[in-house]
């Protein structure tokens, strides 16, 4: 037995070379050095999977808001000191984002207790169809972008609590029959041109003491045929105490320079 113990070798075992050195014994499996030529293809990957975790997820800006233009900086000044302000004018002049932005801020800092985010459930110029999901997995879709804008002031982690808390509600303009927008709530009615005229005098009547509401829209973009709300409303309440209409121009875009000269394209051609 002891000899038959002798002679099973390790197929790992190294052998003495007469310069210190080792050398693999011949003894070695295929399948082992097979193993060790597919080692080099490894790659590890520990190191990076916290950076790959959070690659996607919203960086919180800790700055406050700032106007970029003189134009923006009137419409927050007039959102802060008006209770119902109309924003109008073409799309990327920061309506929908500073309005997000200082609701978010006020959330924060205990001026308000919730938000409200609405607008109507019309799809510009396609229809979608069946939405699968819940009614607020449907609506979703329609109010993405004020998410994003809120996951930037207060971060995700932030927005989803209040989410499930009910500090921040969002929801199809249809269902804001038979609410009552009390003090300490702000609510943020956007794509306001798509509302008939009927369902913007149901959204204004629901408004309460001492609550801040802004409307947002681009009247030369409605996707409804006939009057849209967002222009009858206004020339209704122009000139109503504590009722301010901001009006936005091609010189305020802060998108890009090419939304400036496509719109340029479109409207002025």
């Known amino acids: 037995m002891a000899k038959r113990s002798q002679a099973r070798r390790n197929p790992h075992q190294y052998d003495d070379m007469d310069d210190g050195g080792f050398k693999v014994s011949k003894g070695r499996s295929k399948s082992s050095r097979k193993h060790r030529r597919d080692d080099g ?15 996607y997820s919203p960086q919180r800006s800790s700055q406050p808001l700032i106007a970029q233009t003189p134009s923006q900086q009137r419409y927050i000044d007039a959102i802060k000191t008006h209770n119902l302000t109309f924003g109008t004018g073409p799309a990327g002049t920061g309506k929908s984002y500073c309005a997000g932005a200082l609701a978010a801020e006020a959330l924060e800092s205990g001026r308000i207790e919730r938000i409200i985010l609405t607008r109507p459930a019309v799809e510009a110029g396609e229809q979608l169809g ?3 999901g819940a ?7 329609y109010i993405d972008a004020f998410r994003d804008i809120l996951n930037e002031r207060l971060g995700a982690g932030t927005v989803d609590y209040c989410l499930r808390h009910g500090r921040i509600v969002a929801a199809p303009l249809a269902f804001m029959r038979g609410k009552t927008f009390n003090n300490r709530t702000f609510v943020v009615l956007d794509e306001a041109q798509n509302t008939s005229p009927s369902q913007m005098k149901m959204f204004l009547t629901r408004i309460g003491e001492d609550c801040k509401v802004v409307i947002n829209g681009d009247i030369e973009q409605s996707d409804i045929r006939g009057c849209n709300g967002l222009a009858d409303a206004i020339g209704k309440l122009n000139g109503v105490n504590s009722v301010y209409v901001h009006r936005f121009e091609r010189e305020d875009i802060v998108r890009s320079g090419l939304v400036r000269d496509i719109i340029d394209r479109y409207e002025l051609s």
């Open 41 to 55: 293809n490894i790659v590890e990957m520990k190191g990076r999977s916290q950076q790959l975790e959070t690659a």
């Open 130 to 132: 069946f939405l699968p």
């Open 135 to 141: 009614l607020d997995e449907k609506f979703s879709v």
